[in-house]
């Protein structure tokens, strides 16, 4: 007797591991849910995100404006980004009508690899949607494995609810369409959306959700946060949430995106300054970027006419924080001439003398600054390579 219910315990326990194992089975082959939100409206690094995550050579990209009534001008810079990156794109317009034999919208987005909602009004867009039926293609198209995306009202959407500025007078809440369970707050460094979708959340009006800066996003698969970015270390998301009663922000850690082009943290090298102009003064010649700097301040600030006393003591008093030096050939002298930015003034290698190659808007942090460098260092060597070694520029690379 003992025997017979051991062989069907075993029996027993056989079939259920063969179950789990024909379900995990079933599982891996499971399409993903992918869904990509953005603080602000769509810009390049977003645009080439999404196209990374369709891992297509050429992705076909559909553009949905409707948040913006279909404005021209943000169509037209979708477009010029697109062919930046050579990516195959298509505009889902919906002020169109029968008569101008335009396909489905069924058609257009069933046939895309990923869908980028731009920004604009959240509430008009809805309503729209869900008149005209895109919200239940949508959903077809999750399910389908073909990547959702947006930013600002983009990106509201896709979540239960969100803080939005699409009503008059003053920001509210606006429902989305519940793709992701929790709730959103694009545009996040702005005090009014922050004080508004905190509030809403610590009175549990709102479920708690994620909010991202202007240029930083979130990616989702399958309902989970799996991937944090942004374009500075300025530009964080959070997520927001009640723990123990207590309202809470919690910064998420970024991966900083950097453009494919730019230069690997290998290919250059940086060394700290900090240093005043008003310290460097006795520093003679161009045979450094710094003295180079240095040199440049003198003949185009101070040595200006009729410059006042307290403008050149605002010229004295500038910093200099960093230099990057790319192949001993250019460099980049970051500085704090600027009161909302850094500065960043090229200066490239001829013979041995550092000569200005132009100033330039490094970023609002320093990293931001390195980030400017590192994507245009290698464009600038071309350029500058061709203008100063005419004999060769047919065939430079």
Known sequence: MKQRILIFLLLLAFCVLATESIDAQQNSGKTNETIFVWGGDVNFK????????????KPRICYVPTASADNRDNVKYWGAVCNTLEIDTIVLNVWVSSSEKNKSFEDILLHSDAIVVGGGNTLNMLGIWKAQGIDILLGKALK??????????GSICWFRNGISDSRPESLSVVEGLGFLPYSNCPHYSEEARKKLYRQMVAGRKMPPGYASDEKAGILFRNGKAVEFVSQGDKHNSYFVSIEKGVLQSKQMGSKILVNKDALSE??????????????????????????????????????????SEADKDKILDITVEKIFLYDDKLAGVVNDAYKDFYGLWYFYNYNGVWGSAGEDIGGETLIESEMTFREKAKRMVKRLYRETHPEIQNSFP
Do not use: H, M
Request: proline share 2%; no cysteine; hydrophobic share 35%.
């Open 266 to 307: 290998k290919d250059y090298s940086s060394v700290s300054v900090q240093k005043k102009i008003k310290d460097l003064l006795q520093s003679e010649g161009k045979t450094t970027p710094l003295n180079a700097f240095v040199a440049t301040t003198k003949e185009l600030r101070l040595n200006k006419e009729n410059l």
């Open 144 to 153: 389908k494995g073909i990547i959702l995306a947006g930013g600002s009202a």
């Open 46 to 57: 977003f645009i080439q995100y999404v196209a990374d995550l369709t891992q297509k050579e």
